[in-house]
């Protein structure tokens, strides 16, 4: 969202309860990981409405449009918060705004409810289009990622405990510094470790995969 209201008019919106102002923590993180996925191309802000007059509680990049913290909240966000009274529509679509150096920006803004339903604050994500594509990819392929540390996107409960149990059992038996007879009682380490047995119904399916008892598995967990 690009330029601040006027806020002489602005109203103090009820304060909030302690359960949803722990909601609002819950998103600076977000505002993190985005700003850090789009770096200096975007400008992320968080807005509490307890206060519409110093709303802006988290902000990524807030050179975009020259806001930081206790900056008010903007003639759009006011008008998307009118939108949730008539049409109960919690999100903004696409649109276009400006930048405090007059750059275009792709621009959308979600509404963050509370226990209770009651808008409680907004998510605004502002990217600006006039990036030069050699910063947008160095940005995207910034040299100190890790590229060995590949994600697998498991298309269902199934593909995830084979993926994993594999990946753990391949490391395992290819290290020859660990003894024959302490490699099961390495992987079922290593998978709970990696949080697999978090799942419902890990230890069957891991017993399945590894061919062993469950009894067995049970046993080295309970040495863990």
């Not at 993190?32 to 200096?40: C, H, K, T, V």
């Not at 709970?192 to 799942?199: H, I, Q, T, Y």
């Amino acid at each position: 969202m690009s330029k601040p209201s006027n806020t002489d008019n602005i109203e103090h919106s009820n304060v909030l309860s302690p359960e949803d102002q722990l909601i609002l923590e819950g998103f600076k993180p977000v505002v993190d990981a985005i700003g850090q996925i789009f770096g200096s191309s975007c400008e992320v802000v968080l807005h509490s409405l307890q206060d519409l007059s110093h709303s802006v509680i988290c902000i990524h990049n807030g050179a975009k449009t020259g806001r930081g913290i206790g900056s008010p909240v903007t003639d759009k966000a006011l008008s998307i918060l009118k939108s949730f009274e008539h049409k109960k529509n919690g999100n903004s679509g696409l649109y276009q705004t400006r930048s405090s150096d007059g750059h275009i920006m792709r621009s959308s803004t979600t509404l963050i409810k509370g226990l209770k339903g009651q808008p409680i604050g907004l998510l605004c994500i502002n990217f600006d289009t006039s990036t030069p594509l050699n910063e947008l990819a160095q940005i995207l392929m910034q040299p100190h990622l890790n590229d060995a540390d590949n994600e697998h996107f498991a298309i269902d409960i199934d593909d995830l405990f084979l993926n994993q149990v594999m990946k753990v059992k391949q490391e395992v038996m290819a290290d020859d510094k660990i003894s024959q007879r302490q490699k099961t009682k390495e992987i079922i380490w290593r998978l709970n470790e990696a949080g697999v047995f978090k799942l419902r119904r890990s230890v069957t399916r891991v017993a399945e995969i590894l061919k062993i008892s469950r009894d067995v598995i049970y046993m080295h967990l309970r040495a863990v």
